[in-house]
């Protein structure tokens, strides 16, 4: 039950989690430098949601250790279990929560089933599996049989509830599973990098797995190659970012459109982003200006949005406020930064006042943010006041959005158009290191508490703001490398 590691050779719950997200995650879990793991605000969002979700689900705070499973408390955490698996296996699992259901164990006429939160919006076998090790465990523990599992979901906001027998078909499913996990393991080098990297952005290797994928020249570091295209390339022979940049446009179109005539037209844009990323230098794909709104205006609004994606709710609207000098030159030193919080017990209504009135303030100015991420929540959230679509229009007008103008406009040589990796290239920096999104959010969660009359650290708050109007910077960052090339009409 203490906190020391489990011993080499064991397998625990947390190992196969790990596993069944990326294989080569649960090798550098039990092999890598512990030193270059990168902490992830993702693992405390989801330790927020999992007790928000168990605080819902049992309001009485549970029992500790197994004292509180022989008097039959309602809910127990801080238990560990050891064991043995089908295959002799060493075995470990720490259940977050135990719950007593009814049944006869050794404890006496109750039993136990081992609960999990999720987050997200569906149950997956990253849940069912570790689950069934616990049961399996527990099993042996309480000396009587779990039926039934329980997974718990919506963060607390809606109790959301997943029962999940415990049926000789996910028993062999964790036997197989544990199985293979306990094989790679034996491994003397590490299994290749996710075939799926958006998985990485969550994973506290990230650092590690991008220097490797980066000096290996990884297909999946060509921008636009996910896992389904890095298959196909790899059936063609093409097997790095190198093999790429060399192939011929062409016969690699005709190549790829076995798999369907829509690739044929992708694999001369993927050739270009490879050789674009292997010469370092951008390309201009279009000879017209990428902001012509900006010629003229007399200053511009950055924008961005911070969001809770689990409670659908985007509860900061930020904005950079730019004006434009006499001399035509952008007034960096006058700029402002004005955060407009959703928080509901203000109720949509007048935050949307507050947004529409400050934008207004700017009438002819451009609203310049990154990605539609903005565009979209702000259109929806006027549709919501019953803003007509006339009315709208003039907004709609005036928001320019700055990815999609990279895109049309430009081949950069990088392996994400993503605001961080662009604006960085431009030599942005963040006033805060290695923060993300996911940050935000868990300072928000932070700094929300438990209301209004229970708020956390105004710390938290400042954070937030502070990386949100970092964030609009960054986009103007971009906007400004862009106007400049329009200026200078070439690369
Ligand atoms: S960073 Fe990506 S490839 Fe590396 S272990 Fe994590 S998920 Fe797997």
Not at 172 to 191: F, N, S, T
Request: charged share 25%; aromatic share 6%; net charge positive.
């Amino acid at each position: 039950m203490g906190a020391t590691p489990p011993a080499d050779n064991v397998l625990t719950d947390r190992l196969l989690r790990s596993w069944l997200r990326c294989r080569r995650r649960a090798w550098l879990d039990r092999h890598g430098d512990p030193a270059l793991r990168q902490w992830t605000a993702h693992r405390n969002l989801m330790l927020d949601d999992q007790q928000r979700c168990f605080v819902a689900l049992l309001p009485q705070k549970p029992g500790r250790g197994e004292a509180a499973c022989a008097v039959g408390a309602d809910g127990v955490v801080g238990l560990r279990f050891k064991g043995k698996g089908p295959g002799g296996e060493a075995l470990e699992a720490h259940p977050p929560l135990l719950r007593r259901v009814s049944g006869r164990s050794r404890w006496g006429d109750f039993a136990y089933q081992p609960v999990l939160a999720r987050q997200g919006r569906r149950m997956t076998r990253e849940h069912q599996l570790p689950l069934a090790l616990m049961a399996l465990l527990l099993e042996q523990e309480q000396q009587a049989p779990v039926t039934e599992m329980l997974v718990v979901g919506g963060g607390g906001r809606r109790l959301e509830r997943d029962r999940v027998g415990l049926s000789a078909g996910l028993r062999k499913q964790l036997v197989d599973a544990l199985r293979k996990l306990r094989l790679d393991l034996q491994r003397e080098e590490p299994p290749d990098l996710a075939a799926d990297r958006r998985k990485c952005t969550l994973c506290s290797w990230r650092q590690v797995c991008n220097g490797v994928a980066a000096s290996d020249g990884h297909l999946s570091e060509v921008s636009g190659i996910g896992a389904k295209r890095r298959e196909m390339l790899q059936e063609l022979n093409i097997r790095g970012l190198a093999d790429l940049a060399a192939a011929d446009p062409e016969q690699l179109a005709t190549a790829m459109q076995r798999f369907g005539e829509q690739h044929g037209d992708v694999a001369r844009t993927l050739v270009a982003q490879a050789r674009c990323q292997r010469s370092g230098q951008p390309e201009r794909l279009s000879s017209r200006p990428a902001l012509p709104e900006l010629i003229a205006a007399p200053g511009v609004l950055l924008y961005d949005i911070e969001s809770d994606p689990d409670a659908r709710h985007d509860f900061l609207h930020g904005f950079w406020c730019l004006p434009r000098g006499s001399d035509g030159r952008w007034d960096l030193a006058a700029a402002r930064y004005q955060p407009l919080l959703v928080l509901a017990e203000h109720g949509e209504p007048r935050c949307w006042q507050r947004i529409a009135r400050y934008v207004s303030r700017y009438d002819d100015w451009p609203v310049l943010h990154y990605g539609e991420t903005e565009s979209l929540a702000l259109l929806r959230m006027a549709q919501r006041q019953g803003i007509s679509e006339q009315q709208q229009a003039p907004l709609r007008r005036r928001l320019v959005d700055v990815h999609a103008r990279i895109r049309q406009h430009w081949r950069l040589p990088l392996n994400s158009y993503g605001l961080k990796a662009v604006a960085s290239w431009r030599g942005f920096q963040w006033g805060q290191s290695g923060v993300d999104g996911a940050h935000a959010l868990l300072w928000w969660r932070h700094w929300q508490g438990e209301g209004p009359e229970r708020r956390g650290s105004s710390h938290a708050l400042r954070w937030i703001f502070q990386y949100n109007r970092d964030d609009c910077r960054a986009t103007w960052a971009v906007a400004d490398w862009l106007r400049h090339q329009d200026q200078a009409g070439g690369s």
